[in-house]
């Protein structure tokens, strides 16, 4: 089974800290996801990557940045928290190009920022 | 106007019941559509690809209707652990780049 590990399920930050979320796959995926949840509103794409140090931003890379090391970690950064960033990250991968193929997700940080 | 717009529900089914819903697109260069699921605090996991001619995998039936642009979720004999919410997805092609768009979900919650 492809299994996608987020490094912390709960944290709670301080506005203006900085805050990293780690996420890592285990099935060799080339694709890699940053979305956040948020009630009432679908999932929205924050970054992608396709290949080790490549990304590109989704609909709303603004106040986040990302990592691509190694293949299988794809890391978030907030550098400056805001309290309008309080929400749920899930992290995905998946094999396909073109997001024609199934998502595999973490189970989720649950970020507050306070 | 939301892209991908679902009823929030919640839907509140007898368990044994039939229960369906429509999720509705507003751009039609969309390529693909999916069901995911979502337990409660748990993250979403593909139910079923909806495919044009339609399709079934055991008690669920998935259907596109591209005329109308909407697809729809069909659960026959629902299961108490049918309960959780039922997202939307859409992948849109533009030129040589794709999008997926989500719906917001729909919550299905069966009783007893």
């Known amino acids: 089974d492809v299994k996608v590990t987020q490094s912390s399920r709960y944290l709670v930050k301080r506005t203006g800290e900085k805050v990293f979320l780690e996420c890592v796959q285990d099935?060799?995926?080339?694709?890699m996801f940053w979305y956040r949840q948020d009630p009432g509103l679908g999932l929205r794409l924050i970054y992608f990557?396709?290949?080790?140090?490549?990304?590109e931003k989704g609909d709303i890379p603004e106040g986040y940045s990302v990592s691509r090391e190694k293949k299988e970690r794809f890391s978030l950064i907030l550098e400056s928290a805001s309290t309008n960033q309080t929400s749920m990250y899930l992290c995905?991968?998946?094999?396909?190009?073109?997001?024609?193929?199934?998502?595999?997700f973490g189970e989720g940080s649950r970020l507050t920022v306070l | 106007r939301k892209e991908v717009e679902q009823d929030p529900g919640p839907f509140n089914v007898p368990e044994g019941a039939t229960v369906a819903f429509n999720c509705t697109y507003s751009?039609?260069?969309?390529?693909?559509f999916f069901w995911y699921r979502q337990d409660c605090r748990k993250e979403p996991k593909l139910l079923m690809s909806?495919?044009?001619?339609?399709n079934e995998d055991g008690r669920f039936t998935a259907q596109l209707n591209r005329a109308s642009q909407y697809i729809s979720l069909l659960i026959r004999d629902s299961k108490l652990s049918d309960s959780a919410t039922y997202l939307c997805?859409?992948?849109?092609?533009?030129?040589?780049?794709?999008?997926?768009?989500w719906g917001a979900g729909t919550k299905l919650i069966i009783k007893p």
């Open positions: 995905a991968s998946s094999i396909s190009w073109g997001f024609t193929g199934e998502l595999f």
């Open positions: 099935m060799d995926h080339e694709n």
């Open positions: 990557s396709y290949d080790v140090k490549m990304k």
């Open positions: 751009n039609s260069a969309s390529q693909s």
């Open positions: 909806v495919y044009s001619s339609g």
């Open positions: 997805v859409v992948n849109i092609r533009a030129d040589s780049n794709y999008q997926l768009i």
